[in-house]
């Protein structure tokens, strides 16, 4: 698989060559469009049980497809939902990432990825819900974030303090903790404020230049309210 | 074919996400070859110069870290294969920070299962909750919240409300309310509260109470009765919402789950903070069926305990109900039907007869009072 991403900055695709018989993990929902040797396969990572706790578990919205350049090889092109940039990062077998759900746009056939579940505090107040994505394995992993996507680079037990709505996504060597940034956490938890990451190295912390909550409000005030 | 990188270095120089190398355990210690380089270049740490701890995001990783300043390296090795052989290999000084390391990743991973299993049991137990116990859980999580808290909440809203109203001060609609208030109150067995009630000028036919005791009446509803007895009704039975906690079970309802994490917990703020945003909305709260029945009841006990001519409530709500008014806007959080006057008179009819003392103000006078004093509706 060979990954490259066109149109870079706010409304990027990607570009993705199989060669004849190989496949490529996307995010569902993400084919803009593909060569005629291609194939969806609807299978699910994990077999049925694994799909069906997935679904119950990590939410609808992480049911990746299966693209196999089943009939020769060909290209795929991907795009994420929201507008924002595409990265591309190499997993080397050692290297891992946990990515918050909407991160994900593709991972090459060496990509595992189980869903993870947080700590009770952490995936309760952590924003990026209770389930996170844990991507190991080897090949290229493609990323995509709400804005520009910013890395954060920490070295051993150095620290680095994120607003957890920004999270993409960081690297497993990376420890964490949800720390509240003002009193009283239950206004803090609806205020969509106030609930940061404390990041502690070695590792590197991707985020993202916007906030998809306080964008999904800044919206709703335009729309008209029908009963 | 390249060897397979089995653990991550991290250090000045490097790569911040980490070099991927190739780590193999030996008798003197740790070979150590970064990747990527050829010709291979071997650097051999020993055990001695070592420190070892448990690392990463599930403490499920070995980090060993060797040399100063610049020069300092931080390995993070996964690979339990090669975690167990490091531990066979290490001398026994390095052997204290390895078991607690393990007893870490022991801790983590019955920590994970413990999380499991009380994620599991929390969701059923909310799913019972939801299916048969949501009641329970409000009444429960209101039966614990403080008296202030319920008086620092209403208090805000309330003051909030008359901010943008025209209160009546004074005069013979004002004491009329104050004198019904003082009737009811001073019958009210073990009463927490410390009843407040505004007059506020406006057409509207309404009245209402926020938790914590402040109750407002509408210079409309005062109009539309025909005797101070049928406002003590109503007056009673919105001070009976606020005995029963009724507004607070609502605001815990809509609130949800986090409300009541917030008063298990005596976060104040957060319940308040969460509240206030319900702001204007607890004033014209919707009451439930239930919660109106008992209010209509445990109101026309009181009225009949400070012997106020409880048919009054009884009258005024028969009238309201027939007249097709669509100002009358008691009706909005208060829908009349006849089986609720019905019940109110099989309640009154079940009542020991008391002889009702009359109020001392004339009723004529308080709403000529009121004509006077407000602008003509
Ligand atoms: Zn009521």
Redesign the pocket.
């Known amino acids: 698989m060979k990954c490259e991403i066109l149109y870079p900055g706010a409304f990027p695709m990607v570009r993705v060559y199989l060669d004849a018989n190989e496949t490529v993990k996307a995010e569902s929902g993400a084919m803009v469009a593909a060569s005629p040797t291609i194939d969806i396969e609807s299978k699910m990572e994990g077999g049925f049980l694994g799909a069906l706790s997935r679904k119950m578990l990590s939410g609808e919205k992480f049911f990746f497809q299966t693209l196999r350049a089943s009939r020769g090889a060909g290209e795929v092109l991907l795009a994420p939902t929201v507008p924002g940039e595409i990265v591309l990062l190499e997993l080397d077998g050692v290297n891992e990432y946990m990515v918050q759900k909407d991160g994900f746009l593709a991972g090459a056939e060496g990509v595992k990825i189980e869903s993870k579940m947080q700590g009770l505090t952490r995936g309760l107040l952590g924003g990026e819900g209770f389930f996170i994505l844990k991507i190991g394995g080897t090949g290229q992993l493609v990323l995509n974030s709400f804005g520009a996507i910013h890395k954060i680079d920490l070295k051993p037990n150095e620290e680095y303090i994120v607003d957890n709505s920004h999270l993409v996504a960081w690297t497993s060597t990376t420890t964490y903790n949800i720390d509240k940034a003002s009193s009283g956490w239950i206004a803090s938890l609806t205020s969509g404020e106030g609930l940061v990451c404390r990041f502690r190295g070695p590792g590197v912390v991707y985020i993202q230049s916007r906030n998809p909550g306080s964008f999904g409000s800044w919206i709703r005030q335009f729309i008209p309210v029908s009963e | 074919m390249n060897p397979i990188p089995n653990a991550l270095c991290f250090g000045d120089g490097l790569p911040a996400s980490g070099a991927p190398c190739v780590v193999a355990v030996s008798v003197e210690g740790l070979r150590v070859s970064p990747m990527g380089e050829s010709p291979v270049v071997e650097h051999v740490v020993a055990f001695a110069d070592m420190s070892v701890e448990a690392g990463g995001l599930d403490h499920d990783q070995l980090v060993v870290s060797w040399g100063e300043g610049s020069s300092r390296r931080t390995l993070y090795l996964k690979d339990p294969a090669l975690i167990a052989a490091f531990r066979r290999a290490a001398p026994s000084q390095l052997t204290a920070h390895l078991e607690r390391a393990a007893e870490q990743v022991r801790r983590a991973r019955r920590s994970h299962r413990l999380l499991w299993s009380s994620a599991v049991g929390v969701l059923t137990g909310l799913v019972l909750f939801l299916w048969f116990g949501s009641d329970l859980i409000v009444e429960w999580a209101v039966a614990r919240i403080p008296i202030e808290w319920e008086q620092k909440l209403g208090e805000s809203v309330y003051q909030d409300f008359l901010s943008k109203e025209t209160i009546l001060k004074e005069g013979p609609a004002v004491s009329a309310v104050q004198e019904m208030t003082q009737r009811l109150t001073e019958k009210i067995p073990n009463n927490p509260y410390t009843f407040q009630v505004s007059v506020v000028q406006s057409p509207v036919v309404n009245a209402f109470a926020l938790p914590g005791g402040y109750v407002v009446v509408f210079a409309g509803l005062m109009n539309k009765a025909e005797s101070g007895e049928e406002v003590a009704g109503v007056l009673s ?1 919105e001070l009976n ?1 606020v005995l029963q906690r009724h507004g607070l079970e609502r605001m815990v309802k809509m609130l949800g789950l986090a409300a009541v994490v917030g008063i298990v917990l005596g976060d104040q703020q957060g319940v308040l903070g969460l509240a206030k945003q319900l702001g204007m909305e607890l004033a014209t709260l919707k ?1 439930g069926r239930a919660q ?1 029945t008992e ?1 209509d009841l445990t109101g026309l006990r009181l009225l009949s305990d400070a012997r106020i001519a409880p048919d009054g409530m009884i009258r005024f709500f028969e009238r309201l109900s027939e007249k097709d008014d669509a100002r009358v806007e008691l009706f909005s959080t ?1 829908p009349m039907s006849a089986a609720r006057a019905e019940r109110l008179k099989a309640e009154l009819a079940a009542l020991p007869k008391q002889t009702p003392n009359p109020f001392t103000f004339e009723w004529k006078q308080v709403q000529d009072s009121l004509a006077l004093s407000g602008p003509k509706q």
Do not use: G, L
Request: without cysteine; glycine residues 0%; hydrophobic residues 35%.
């Open positions: 039975h919402h009451f109106e209010a208060h």
